[in-house]
C-alpha cells in the first residue's frame, strides 16, 4: 500500500524530473515525505518566485518541464509572478501546490483559495486532484499540455487529505509518449518556395520557436542556400551565430534600431518560429506592404499585420530543408552596411576609459571573458535592452532573455538553474539593482548546494528602464531613485564573494578573477545610463543605409 503522494512522486519519475525547486509547507507534508524516498532532488530555495523562476530556466534550456512546489495560499500566489513568465516565454513548466482538505475548500477556511481558477488564465492547462484514481491521467496530461508546443505553464493543486489517502488499487503512472511534429503538406512548401523565388529582397526573422526545435542549423543552411539576412528576435539570440556573415542582429527594440533598416527594404519576410508576444507585427510592418511567409510548429496568431502570403506548418526543419531544395534563386544578402554598423559601435567603446562605465564597453569586455557555450541570463531593465542589441551571441541557448512577460527578479535565480543545468559552463547573469534586490536571498540558495554563478549588477540607484521612458517622453523623469547596499559587503555577509569595479580597466581583470573564483560571485559595477537617450537620438536621426 501507498499514499497517494508517493503515486504523484512517481508519476513525476516517469516523467524524468530531476528536481524539484520550492519550499515545502503544511499542506504538502505527504508529497515531501514522499521525495524522500525518491530519486528526485528537492531544491530548497528562499522565496517561491524564485522557484518559479528557476522551473523557468530549466525548461527553457533543456525543453523538459521545470518544476516549482509551494503550499496553499500565500505560498501558492508567491509563485505567480515566475510561473507566468515561464508561460509567457514559451517555457515548459510545472507548478505544484498544496491545497486544503476538501473537505474543507466549500466555505470560508484558513488560507484557503481558488488556485486552479487564480493559476487558469496563466497556464495552458489548471487542474486539481480531486480523487486518487486521476493521478496518472492528471500528471501526464499537465506534462504534456506544458511540453506540447507552445510550450508553458501546468497547475496542479493537490488537497492534503487526497495526498495523504492510502491506496490500494494498483495504480501506476501512464506511459510517457513524445508527439512527432509531422512534415508540412508539399504544396505549402512549394508556394513558399515560389514567393521566395519572386522575392527582390527576402529577409528571415528568426524567433524563438527555431531555438526550441533545435533548428538552429538548418536555418543557416537556408539562410545561406537563400543567401537571405537574417534578424533574430530578442529570444532567438544564437539561432544563427552573431559573427555569421549574413546575420543581421537583434530586433525588438522599440525604435528604428539599425536591424530594422534591413526590414525597410525587404519585400518578403520569412518568419521562422516567430512569435509575436515578443515583438509585434505593427512595430516591423506597419504599412502592410510585404508578404509574409510562416513557418513555425503552430498556426499563426492572428494580427492585422500579420496577414500570411503563406503558411507553413511542421517540423522546422524539414520545412527549412524542403523549401530551399525547391528554389532555384540566389539573392543579394547585402548585409555588411549593417552588421558593420553594429560591430563598429562595439568596437568603438572597446577602450573606452569612461567612468562609470558606459554599457557598449561592459559588454565588449564581457564577450571577451565569456566562451561562445558559457550562459548568460539577462534580468530585466535598460541592461537588457542592452544586451539584446550589442550582446554577440554565437550558440542557441546561451543568451537567456526574458521578452515575453518580462518580469524583473529572474536574472539571480535564472543563473541558479542554468548552472544546475549545464554545470561544466561559465554562467553570469547581468541585472540591473532594482532587479537584482527582487530576488537576491537566493545567494544563500546558490552557496548552500555550491553553485557558482557570477553576478554582475549595473549600479545606477535607479529604475534606469523607467527613466528612459520617461525621459523619451516627457522630457524628465520622477520617482525613479533609490539607495543600494554595500553589494561587496552584502555578497560576503551571506560567505559569498564580491568585488566592486572602480575603473574601467579593472572589469575584464574582475570578471576573469570573478569565474576563477568558481562560487557565487557579485561583481559591482557603475553604469552609465546617459548612453539610453544617446541611443535614442542616434535612433531617432538614423538614415539606413543603402
Ligand atoms: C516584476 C516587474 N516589475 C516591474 C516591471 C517594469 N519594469 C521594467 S524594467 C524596470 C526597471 C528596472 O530597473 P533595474 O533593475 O535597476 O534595471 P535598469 O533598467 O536600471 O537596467 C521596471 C520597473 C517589470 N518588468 N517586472
Not at 504599412?287 to 499563426?300: L, M, R, S
Request: glycine letters at 8%; hydrophobic letters at 40%; a negative charge.
Amino acid at each position: 500500500m501507498t499514499t497517494a503522494a508517493e503515486l504523484f512522486i512517481k508519476c513525476l519519475e516517469n516523467e524524468g524530473v530531476d528536481n524539484i525547486f520550492g519550499i515545502p509547507g503544511e499542506e504538502n507534508l505527504y508529497v515531501m515525505e514522499a521525495l524522500r524516498n525518491s530519486g528526485i532532488e528537492f531544491i530548497t530555495v528562499r522565496h517561491k518566485q524564485a522557484a518559479a523562476f528557476m522551473a523557468d530556466v530549466h525548461g527553457r534550456l533543456t525543453g523538459k518541464a521545470g518544476v516549482c512546489l509551494a503550499t496553499l495560499g500565500p505560498g501558492a500566489t508567491n509563485l505567480v509572478t515566475g510561473f507566468a513568465d515561464a508561460n509567457m516565454d514559451r517555457s515548459p513548466v510545472i507548478a505544484i501546490a498544496g491545497q486544503g482538505a476538501t473537505t474543507r475548500m466549500h466555505k470560508e477556511s484558513h488560507q484557503i483559495l481558488d488556485l486552479v481558477n487564480l493559476f487558469d488564465p496563466i497556464s495552458k492547462n489548471s487542474a486539481e486532484i480531486a480523487d486518487v484514481e486521476i493521478i496518472p491521467e492528471l500528471v501526464r496530461k499537465a506534462f504534456k499540455d506544458a511540453q506540447a508546443e507552445k510550450p508553458g505553464g501546468a497547475f496542479i493543486s493537490f488537497p492534503e487529505n487526497i495526498a495523504g489517502q492510502m491506496i490500494e488499487s494498483d495504480l501506476t503512472p501512464l506511459k510517457v509518449q513524445s508527439p512527432l511534429m509531422p512534415d508540412a503538406p508539399e504544396a505549402k512548401i512549394r508556394q513558399a518556395a515560389q514567393i521566395i523565388d519572386a522575392a527582390q529582397f527576402p529577409l528571415i526573422m528568426a524567433g524563438n520557436g527555431v531555438i526550441r526545435s533545435s533548428a538552429s542549423e538548418a536555418l543557416i543552411t537556408f539562410a545561406e542556400h537563400l543567401n537571405a539576412p537574417v534578424a533574430q528576435t530578442f529570444m532567438a539570440k544564437g539561432s544563427i551565430p552573431f559573427s555569421h556573415p549574413l546575420s543581421l542582429g537583434s530586433i525588438g527594440l522599440q525604435a528604428h534600431d539599425y536591424v530594422a533598416c534591413g526590414f525597410d527594404r525587404a519585400d518578403v519576410i520569412i518568419c521562422i518560429g516567430y512569435d509575436m508576444v515578443e515583438y509585434p507585427p505593427r512595430l516591423w510592418h506597419p504599412n502592410k506592404d510585404k508578404k509574409i511567409i510562416h513557418i513555425d510548429q503552430t498556426y499563426a496568431e492572428v494580427d492585422a499585420h500579420y496577414i500570411l502570403e503563406a503558411g507553413v506548418l511542421g517540423n522546422i526543419s524539414n520545412s527549412l530543408t524542403r523549401i530551399a531544395a525547391c528554389t532555384t534563386k540566389t539573392h543579394a544578402g547585402k548585409t555588411e552596411n549593417l552588421k558593420g554598423i553594429i560591430q563598429h559601435e562595439l568596437d568603438d567603446y572597446a577602450s573606452n576609459q569612461h567612468f562609470p562605465l558606459k554599457p557598449q564597453k561592459i559588454l565588449y569586455d564581457t564577450r571577451q571573458v565569456m566562451g561562445d557555450e558559457d550562459i548568460l541570463i539577462s534580468d530585466v531593465g535598460a541592461h537588457k535592452m542592452w544586451i539584446a542589441r550589442l550582446h554577440r551571441c554565437q550558440r542557441p541557448n546561451t543568451c537567456i532573455i526574458s521578452n515575453g512577460f518580462a518580469s524583473m527578479g529572474i536574472g539571480v535565480p535564472g543563473a541558479i538553474a542554468a548552472k544546475m543545468a549545464c554545470p561544466d559552463k561559465n554562467v553570469l547573469t547581468i541585472t540591473g539593482d532594482a532587479g537584482f534586490m527582487m530576488n537576491s536571498q537566493e545567494i544563500e540558495t546558490a552557496l548552500r548546494y555550491q553553485i557558482a554563478i557570477v553576478i554582475m549588477i549595473w549600479n545606477d540607484s535607479e529604475y534606469g528602464l523607467i527613466k528612459w521612458h520617461q525621459e523619451r517622453r516627457f522630457g524628465h523623469s520622477n520617482n525613479i531613485s533609490f539607495n543600494n547596499p554595500d553589494f561587496v559587503k552584502y555578497a560576503e555577509s551571506f560567505g559569498a564573494k564580491g568585488y566592486r569595479v572602480d575603473t574601467a580597466q579593472d572589469l575584464l581583470p574582475t570578471l576573469e578573477k570573478a569565474f576563477a573564483d568558481n562560487t557565487v560571485v557579485i561583481v559591482d559595477v557603475p553604469v552609465d545610463y546617459s548612453e539610453n537617450m544617446k541611443l535614442t537620438e542616434t535612433l531617432g536621426q538614423l538614415v539606413c543605409p543603402v
